[in-house]
């Protein structure tokens, strides 16, 4: 591929806090990419970034997540809000536990590795440009983990909310049941007899409209 006109190459802004990272992304990306993308600004931490993408508008911004002044996430709110138009790729070399969602969140349309080659990063930075969302094999499967893990915290949240409808001591008949005791031994744990036991787990059945296996799932699920 020759060099392509000046209207049609792609003008990138690079976010990094390491000058070296920020020199040779510049040269392997011209060169990887023929001349398609032009790096316009190079920046050491997010506030130049938002400041940069302020004055030179570019079509897409590569931040590095971890930066000083202003990590990469905080920089996409504040370029965003300054102009939406600007496509935003995330950077990292490390894992990005809880920040898929959150760059997800501020206007990120792409988190890539730095282990990633020149070749695939070039095509990450064309398809984010033309308005493709890009996620590396390794953000994408953070971002399920990510999911999976505020369901289950939202799960375990509804779980007690209705435990901690029911009255002390019915709650804690009810866990010492979901442990396994029998009336006899939650008697003895709670010294009260095994009619006020049963008393307790009936009136918690009746309240939850839950049986008592169904009661033990809820406990379960509540994590108590």
């Known amino acids: 591929m020759g060099n392509v006109t000046d209207s049609s190459t792609i003008r990138l802004l690079i ?5 070296m ?32 993408a302020r004055d030179i508008h570019p079509d897409v911004a590569l931040l590095d997540l971890d930066m000083p002044v202003m990590d990469g996430i905080s920089a996409t709110r504040g ?16 894992n ?3 920040n ?3 760059a997800i969140e501020e206007g990120a349309e792409g988190f890539i590795s730095k282990a990633d080659d020149i070749n695939a990063m070039v095509g990450y930075i064309t398809e984010a440009n033309a308005g493709h969302p890009q996620f590396s ?14 369901k289950l915290s939202t799960r375990q949240d509804e779980a007690r909310r209705l435990l901690y409808t029911l009255p002390q001591r019915e709650r804690e008949t009810v866990v010492y049941a979901a442990q396994g005791l029998s009336n006899q031994e939650i008697a003895l744990r709670m010294c009260i007899s095994e ?15 839950m049986n008592r296996v169904m009661l033990a799932r809820l406990v379960e699920r509540a994590g108590l």
Not at 140 to 149: A, H, I, K, V
Not at 195 to 209: E, G, N, S, Y
Request: aromatic share 0%; glycine share 4%.
């Open 21 to 52: 990272v920020c020199q040779s992304l510049t040269l392997l990306l011209t060169q990887g990419s023929h001349g398609l993308i032009n790096v316009v600004a190079t920046c050491h931490n997010g506030q130049e970034a938002v400041e940069a």
């Open 137 to 150: 094999t390794s953000s994408n499967q953070q971002l399920l983990e990510d999911m999976r893990e505020i």
């Open 79 to 94: 370029i965003k809000s300054t102009d939406p138009s600007v496509h935003v790729l995330i950077l990292t070399s490390v």
């Open 15 to 19: 976010a990094d806090d390491d000058p």
């Open 195 to 209: 009619r006020t036991v049963k008393a307790h787990l009936t009136a918690a059945c009746d309240k939850l409209c």
């Open 100 to 102: 898929v969602e959150r």
């Open 96 to 98: 990005p536990r809880n």
